[in-house]
């Protein structure tokens, strides 16, 4: 599996920005996916995450009624819509898949996840 992130940037506090994940070498139909985010010293922060199973979704509390998680299943491709941004959002974002599924209590944990993506810096001042 190979994910390629893309859309990050910087931007003033306040403002949005969109973050695209496109996925390949996918074999199984029921797949989580997810965004995380990190800083320098810190650990691993769940963000945002889908499970396509039951098209559930898990938001990280730091970023509920800010950020969306969507899909495009044709396309393979998933997102994460920013908005409100604070400086506190700084950090390198993560793109990340499981071919399989996770029961919805699980699906903000790093550690579930087998496939990830380069990440892409998102920057808030």
């Known amino acids: 599996v190979q994910l390629v992130e893309s859309g990050g940037g910087s931007v003033q506090a306040g403002g949005s920005l969109s973050l695209t994940c496109e996925a390949s070498?996918?074999?199984?139909?029921?797949?989580?996916y997810a965004w995380f985010r990190q800083v320098p010293g810190k650990t691993r922060e769940g963000v945002a995450a889908?499970?396509?199973?039951?098209?559930?979704?898990r938001y990280g509390d730091s970023v509920k009624g800010r950020f969306t998680i969507s899909r495009v299943n044709v396309k393979n491709t998933l997102y994460l819509q920013m908005t409100g941004l604070k400086p506190e959002d700084t950090a390198m974002y993560y793109c990340?898949?499981?071919?399989?599924?996770?029961?919805?209590?699980?699906?903000?944990?790093?550690?579930?996840?087998?496939?990830w993506g380069q990440g892409t810096q998102v920057t808030v001042s």
């Open positions: 070498g996918l074999k199984y139909s029921s797949h989580c």
């Open positions: 990340a898949a499981l071919q399989s599924r996770l029961p919805p209590w699980w699906l903000l944990l790093p550690d579930k996840y087998s496939d």
């Open positions: 889908l499970a396509t199973g039951d098209a559930s979704t």
